[in-house]
Every structure is written in C-alpha cells, then in structure tokens.
C-alpha cells in the first residue's frame, strides 16, 4: 500500500465501451459518505519510527526464545511416541503369548513386560521430558502480546462486548482464561494490501472505548517496513498488528503514545437516543470525463436518434405483417 490515503479503484465502468477512444481528464465529484465511519488517528511519521524502534527494542530475545522451543518441542513429542510405541509393542507381545498361557500367568507376564518396559523406557523418557520440559525461559513481553489480524479481532471482539455488558471474574485464573484487555493496538497500516483487511479495527477500538470502561484502548499506525521489521523480531513470517495488554510495565512507552489521540463512537457514547441529525459527510470522488463534453453529447444525440429510428421502422414492419 502507498503512502496516500485515499481509497483507488482500478475497475471499468459498466458503461464504457471497449472500443471506445476518446480522451479523458481527471475530475472530482462530491458524494456523500457514511456518517458513522472511524477515521485512522492521525500520528506524525517521526513518531510512528520512534514507536517502532522502541517495540523492536522491547521484542530482542523473542526470536531466540522461538527457535530454542522449536528443537525442545520436537524432541519432547518424539520421546511421547517412542514410549507409547513401546509400551503397544510390548502389550501385542503379551496378548499374542495369552492364548498359550493361563489366566494367571498371562496378567503375571503382561505386568512384567509393562514393568520392564516402564523400567527402561518409561522411567528413562520421563526423566528426559523433565529434563526438557521447562525448556528456554519466554521473555517478559511474550506473555503481554498478541498478533495477527484474527488473534487481534477476537480479541477486540471480546473486549468491545465486555465493555458493553461488564462481567464480574471470582478468581485470576477466570481472566487469565478471557485474555487481559488490550491497551495499544499497532497496526502495519502502510504495508497491508488490499487496504481493507485492516479498516474493521478503528471501528473495534472506538467500540471498546465507547463503552464505559476507564481502560482506553489506543491504535496507532505503524511507517512503511515495520511488517517485516516486527517480523524478524518475532521469528515468524508476517506481522500485521501487534497488540499489547493493559498489564505490561512500560512507561515510557505510555509517555510516548500520549500524544495519540483516542478513538471514540459518539454514538454509542450516549446511553439515551438523542433526536439531533448527524452532519453531512462529504467526500471526493477521483474520476475521469471527456475533454471535449460537446461532442461527446453530439455524438450520444446522434446515436439515440438513430436506436429511435430502428424502433419505430421494426414497429412499421410489425404492422404490415
């Protein structure tokens, strides 16, 4: 996406003509536009980069952390299999031996083989998981993010409905389970195309702030790069929008957002409908019309008059049939 602003529509018209060459110049005509849209905060580009360098800042180790799991967890799922493997190889065993032996010697033999192996294998593989279960220590940041464009409108979704109805949680583990209300939301604005996949999250954000709840939530676009710079921080191939909840301990990054403006639904501000009209909207349309419009309306005169002539001689033609 480009740096602009403004929405571009590239399709044809449906009444153009393919063949038709004639030269056209650029116009502008007003249109209405939708009263309840959300326009994007407006944030200075030297403050979306020192944004951008101080989350970059705040997300060294992550990658590191997400290529030490990698190897722990692969190794973790390949001691699982082999002793599951082994304790099913065991059993067949036994249950092959079973029709030769008694009642009593064959649980004797089946808990001697289940032994056996939960001597060599089983005591041994959890030994190991226990040793790699802990695995690399996830840095601070990691347990007060969420990203990607679903993980992030789920969980907006969530909290503009909380902030609407409250719900009461009886102990931590409850709101852990719900996911803690996000406090910034930062969205790679300049690097998304199509545009469209991310223009539901102002829309989101002034819904969670319109709803009564002193925990304000603020969006804040992102400069051109920040995708694939958020990216390498992460370890993982895109990244759209990053989201950050209420309890990460970051001043300075609050002093530095406090510039950013909040979005808010004024509709949905007031608990009672009011009877006042909302302002007009209008908005530029970017589009194209003939240079010379006197011809062009000469030549339209021309061929309506002949489409009438065809008419009225097929009519004629009716007739006399």
Known sequence: MSDKAARTHSHISNRAKASENVER???????????????????????????LAHIVSLLEGV???????????RKRKRTVLH????????????????????????SATLEDTLA????????SGSAE?????????????????VY?????????????RNARRPLVFSSDESITMKGLPLKYLFVCRADVDPPLLVDHLPH??????????????KIVPLPKGAELALAQKLGIRRVTTLGVDMCFPDSSLTALLEPV???????????EPTQLLLPAHIKQVRTSAPKDMRTIKAVRAREKAAAKQRRQSKRQEARQK
């Open 25 to 51: 110049k650029v116009a502008f005509k007003s249109v209405l536009d939708n009263p309840y849209r959300i326009e994007w905060p407006s944030v200075p580009i030297n403050l979306q980069n020192a944004v």
């Open 63 to 73: 990658v590191e952390y997400q290529r030490n799991r990698c190897p722990v967890g």
């Open 83 to 106: 002793n599951d493997n082994s304790k099913r190889h065991a059993k067949g065993q036994v249950e092959g031996v079973g029709s030769v032996l008694t009642g009593s010697e064959e």
């Open 116 to 123: 056996s192996v939960g001597l060599h294998t089983g005591e």
């Open 129 to 145: 998981l226990s040793e790699h279960s802990s695995g690399p220590t996830p840095p601070l940041v990691l347990g007060h993010i």
């Open 148 to 160: 990607g464009i679903n993980a992030v409108t789920k969980r907006l979704e969530i909290q503009s």
């Open 204 to 217: 989101l954000v002034a819904a969670c702030n319109s709803g009564g709840t002193r925990n304000l939530l």
């Open 261 to 271: 403006a909040t979005l808010t639904a004024p509709w949905l501000v007031h608990s």
